[in-house]
């Protein structure tokens, strides 16, 4: 199905900010299991696995239990970046960065496979009409980008929706409190790393069930 739900909610992966005192890489994956099952089971309508310095192997095999686990639920699970694996493991779509593969040659070799892309402040990408919907960040001041990296705002947001003309989602910073912002501005749902961790690993961070649920009531608010 090649659009998605409407009033989105996105979890993006780290497993890095999620488990930073694994031991070992497997204790870290479980970690991240972990939070993903509990995001599922709470309604997350997409997980992006965003752990692209993941042996092929390894990532394949950890996205195919999490589409085995999402079968049956509304949530659907996409790879960033690897087109390969995202085929492999049954994933619903690939995720591409601003530097990535072109949405037109993917759509070559994956038709069906729910594609997006990531774009920030004054970007055009040629292929977008090739895209089914765009991250757009960092909105706001963000953990997951550190100090260096510039918040582009809701004006921008507006005035990228606006120039694109494709479905958005806005991505960086967005806490509960700003998604109605957010759809202000003409997002079409949420992107968050940060608020799906557990409460310490980050300011804004709410754990899986209450970051859907606080972002489920904003995003429904009429």
């Not at 079968?71 to 995720?95: K, Q, Y």
């Not at 507006?158 to 958005?168: F, G, L």
Request: charged fraction near 20%; glycine fraction near 8%; proline fraction near 7%.
């Amino acid at each position: 199905m090649r659009s998605l739900p409407p009033l989105s909610l996105h979890l993006v992966t780290s497993r890095q900010r999620l488990a930073p005192d694994a031991r070992t890489p497997a204790q870290a994956l479980l970690a991240l299991e972990s939070q993903i099952d509990e995001a599922i089971a709470a309604g997350v309508d997409v997980v992006q696995v965003r752990e692209r310095d993941l042996d092929a192997r390894v990532l394949w095999a950890f996205v195919a239990r999490l589409v085995a686990r999402a079968g049956g639920s509304a949530t659907r699970v996409i790879v960033n970046d690897r087109l390969d694996v995202a085929l492999a493991a049954g994933a619903a779509g690939v995720h591409l960065p601003a530097a990535g593969l072109a949405a037109d040659r993917v759509r070559v070799l994956a038709a069906d496979l729910l594609v997006g892309r990531s774009i920030h402040v004054g970007d055009m990408p040629a292929d977008r009409a090739a895209c089914d919907y765009l991250y757009f960040g960092t909105v706001f001041p963000s953990e997951s980008k550190g100090p260096g990296r510039p918040a582009a705002g809701v004006v921008a947001l507006a005035d990228t929706v606006a120039r694109v003309a494709r479905p958005v989602v806005a991505i960086g910073g967005v806490t509960p409190e700003r998604v109605t912002s957010c759809l202000d501005a003409g997002a079409v749902g949420i992107a968050a790393i940060s608020a799906f961790l557990p409460p310490g690993r980050a300011h804004d961070a709410l754990g899986p069930r209450q970051a859907v649920a606080e972002f489920r009531a904003r995003l429904q608010a009429p």
